[in-house]
């Protein structure tokens, strides 16, 4: 492979990063906008007053926080020795993952379906990630 072919090869695999990278940047920004309209719907100055659509909602966001960057710091990793095809694979799963997983969470009836299967699905991009970052290690 030669440096402008190995050049382009990382240019699209980071391109795939830097999309699933916005895309969850804005997911975590209406995520927040969601509970600042909660708070203000609520009349809640902070935290969640007690009220379980604002402590839904705030979980929901917390527990994206708490994957998100762990799972965009693997992506970037991936895109080192990896394709932008397996990049975009890992990522568009992970990312439908935590979209499934909120959308349950704000459903009335829980354990919801979309919170079970979103949270499967990170499991499995992590499961995934990790043993794609072990590969590149190893061999």
Not at 2 to 7: D, N, T
Not at 32 to 49: F, Q, T
Not at 101 to 108: K, R, S
């Amino acid at each position: 492979m030669s440096i402008e072919q190995a050049l382009a090869f990382h240019t699209e695999a980071f391109r795939a990063v830097a999309l699933w990278t916005g895309l969850s940047l804005l997911f975590v920004l209406w995520l927040s906008i969601r509970i600042s309209a909660g708070r203000r719907k609520l009349k809640v100055s902070v935290g969640d007053g007690g009220h379980a659509e604002l402590i839904t909602s705030t979980r929901a966001f917390g527990n994206a926080i708490e994957y998100i960057p762990v799972a965009l710091v693997a992506l970037a990793v991936i895109a080192v020795f990896y394709s932008a095809a397996i990049v975009h694979l890992v990522g568009g799963a992970f990312f439908l993952g935590r979209i499934l997983h909120a959308w349950g969470m704000a459903q009335a009836k829980q354990p919801a379906i979309g919170r079970m299967l979103g949270m499967i699905l990170t499991y499995l991009t992590f499961i995934g990630s990790a043993g794609l970052l072990i590969f590149a290690a190893v061999f």
